[in-house]
């Protein structure tokens, strides 16, 4: 945008837009939709970028090189520069190879404009493991990038073969229109891909476009006035109202409808009233230069966010402790955009295109050499060994269609799993692992697709039962995960009901009761002579090898001293887990033969306050809360206790 065009009305709304996804993350109250402010800056790019072309496109002037080449000032200078501090940051500072394996391939498909599709794959935005990745954010940077390479050539052709600009319009309105419907229909089957995916972000961007190639705005300054403030009211709306939802689709529809009216009011409207109240509050000088330092701001919120949150070991941003790191990132940003940006931008020497694209090239190359060959820097004694195994068939199976046991549940029933195959071996019997989700319950939010996965999973568990003797049925399951959504031990909770199937209106612990005696009765009716619950196991508060590693390395902790900072406490544990305890002990009063196993009490440690993370190198938990295969086996004996009442042989005179 030149200077005599420039817009601080657009400045604002970048404020407003960057300022939600800070606060958002910065756990800032009233900010629970602040995730919107992407969809926001969408808008704005699609606008910008399709005012850019059409102009240039209508005076003949329009060339792909130059326009890549002020996509390239714009965009590489602060990105680069902060993937080379936070990536250096990384490698530094980490103990555990997998965290520079990540960083790594992060930073590769950033250089080529697809960490959207990276992330999509690897994460989902809104789960607490997106906390520990420092470059998630720049996915909205890879569907901006691919928009610009589809967008110009597309105007171009476009222009090029049609007549009229209308024609233009109606094809982008299209095109709008698709975008929208696809991901109306497709975020019925993947939240992660609506989320991530250009196609199905596109129409939030093309509205933009739209916008600037209508050109509309209202005739009258008191239209002005109305769609500016309509604007403002749907986009802080949206932004204060907001919560667990299923972004984006029909729901990021308020929020760019609210931001094209806000620029669309914006025209001119500002040197009209220049004394106005709403002037004076909206374009002030903070929140125009907010917009200006919006991009490195963008960059460098998240990376700060992370490193505080996950170095050494998690820790919660609370709001008083996300405001402060706003306000840092807000510095450093400050110092990206008048030392990075800005130079790049103006300096003459950056326009010349024989000087440019050479160099472009080398530092593109330059950094992806890096991305592949950076180490992390400590040596092995620094590890804790924390082993993800799971094992599918434990011991030697005797007769078709015969199991001395079915271990059964989700991934803890996983991790367990390794405890059990050298017991199955032991007492000479056979046994399997079947994943399926709890009976008759799913939670509340879940998609068709999904609740019909909840009934294949029934279906196949009574198949099983149906066609196979089994004398012994194992229930492991994170059912507080069931109970409270995503992470309570993080304080990443997403609470949504459990919803029993044949009654949605009961209460979640009355749900969770109802699933559990469905499945014993289920198991009695089908033959199962002994059936094993495991009580949950505890929680860690952090990825322990990596953050245990960094506490041994950087702060000289010793083995307690990493127990007492990561493992969850025992009055902690009990209250956390207070709703599934009471719903174990009803089903130990109706159930009495029901066999229940607790490895808690082999973790617990020396004063019996704190359960145990880790034992010497070894570290008891591949994660925060799934017991690695040395976990497993340290508590071995909780098991080994049940099977020998169950499966020993009496020795023989």
């Known amino acids: 945008m030149q200077a005599k065009d420039y817009r601080p009305d657009i400045d604002?709304?970048?404020a407003i837009a960057v300022l939600a996804v800070i606060f958002y993350h910065a756990n800032i109250p009233y900010f629970d939709g602040g995730y919107v402010g992407v969809s926001i800056f969408f808008v704005i790019s699609g606008y910008l970028i399709t005012g850019i072309i059409k102009r240039k496109l209508e005076n003949n002037s329009f060339s792909f090189l130059e326009?890549?080449?002020n996509r390239i000032r714009r965009i590489l200078p602060a990105l680069l520069f902060m993937i080379l501090i936070i990536?250096?940051?990384?490698?530094?500072?980490?103990?555990?190879?997998a965290e520079v394996r990540q960083i790594q391939s992060s930073v590769k498909r950033i250089l080529i404009a697809i960490p959207n599709i990276f992330f999509y794959l690897n994460t989902n935005y809104f789960d607490p493991a997106a906390e520990t990745m420092h470059l998630l954010h720049t996915w909205s940077l890879?569907?901006?990038?691919?928009?610009?390479?589809?967008?110009?050539?597309?105007?171009?052709?476009l222009y090029k073969i049609l007549k009229g600009k209308m024609q233009i319009i109606h094809i982008l309105w299209g095109l709008c229109i698709l975008s929208f419907i696809s991901s109306l229909i497709l975020i019925q089957y993947s939240q992660k891909f609506t989320f991530y995916m250009l196609p199905t972000r596109a129409w939030e961007l093309l509205m933009g476009s739209l916008l600037a190639y209508t050109n509309w705005t209202p005739k009258t300054q008191k239209g002005k006035l109305f769609c500016i403030l309509l604007g403002l009211t749907l986009m802080l709306g949206c932004i204060c109202f907001y919560g667990k939802i299923n972004f984006p689709a029909l729901w990021a529809f308020p929020p760019c409808l609210g931001a094209n009216l806000f620029i669309a009011g914006g025209t001119q409207y500002i040197y009209i009233y220049r004394k106005s109240l709403l002037t004076s509050l909206l374009y002030n000088k903070f929140l125009i230069f907010i917009g200006l330092i919006s991009y490195s701001l963008y960059l460098w919120h998240w990376p700060i966010f992370v490193f505080y949150s996950t170095f050494p070991s998690h820790k919660v941003i609370t709001p008083s402790i996300g405001f402060l790191l706003s306000i840092l990132a807000i510095i450093i940003a400050t110092f990206s955009w008048r030392f990075i940006e800005k130079p790049v931008r103006q300096n003459p020497h950056f326009k010349n295109r024989k000087l440019l694209w050479p160099t472009t090239i080398l530092v593109l190359v330059t950094f992806l050499i890096y991305a592949e060959h950076a180490n992390k820097p400590f040596s092995p004694d620094t590890d804790f060994i924390g082993t993800k195994t799971q094992v599918d068939q434990l011991g030697q199976k005797k007769a078709e269609n015969e199991y001395d046991f079915l271990l059964i549940g989700d991934s803890h029933s996983a991790a367990i799993s390794n405890a059990l195959a050298p017991l199955a071996k032991k007492y000479h019997i056979y046994g399997e692992t079947l994943h399926t989700r709890l009976k008759n319950v799913y939670k509340e939010g879940t998609t068709k697709p999904g609740l019909k996965g909840y009934y294949q999973d029934w279906d196949n568990l009574t198949n099983v039962l149906k066609t196979n003797k089994i004398n012994t049925l194992?229930?492991?399951?994170?059912?507080?995960?069931y109970l409270y959504g995503t992470d309570i031990v993080r304080r990443q909770s997403q609470i949504r009901n459990l919803t029993y199937i044949n009654n949605p209106d009961l209460p979640r612990d009355e749900a969770l009761y109802l699933s559990f005696k469905d499945s014993i009765e289920e198991a009695y009716h089908y033959g199962v002579k002994n059936i094993i619950i495991q009580i949950p196991v505890p929680e860690a508060l952090s990825h322990v090898p990596t953050s245990a590693g960094k506490l041994s390395s950087f702060f000289g902790y010793n083995e307690d001293e990493i127990n007492l900072h990561l493992g969850e406490s025992v009055e902690n544990y009990k209250k956390r887990l207070a709703e599934c305890l009471a719903v174990f002990e009803r089903l130990k009063k109706e159930f009495p033969n029901v066999i229940f196993v607790d490895v808690k009490p082999y973790l617990l440690d020396k004063k019996q306050q704190i359960y145990k993370v880790i034992n010497g190198k070894q570290a008891l938990y591949y994660d925060d809360d799934h017991l690695s295969e040395e976990g497993a086996l340290y508590v071995i004996d909780a098991y080994d206790t049940v099977f020998q009442k169950l499966f020993a042989r009496p020795n023989k005179k």
């Open 474 to 481: 194992i229930l492991v399951y994170r059912v507080n995960l």
């Open 142 to 157: 890879g569907v901006e990038e691919q928009f610009y390479f589809i967008m110009p050539a597309l105007l171009f052709f």
């Open 87 to 97: 990536s250096l940051l990384v490698i530094i500072t980490s103990v555990d190879k």
């Open 12 to 14: 604002v709304l970048r």
């Open 67 to 69: 326009f890549y080449k």
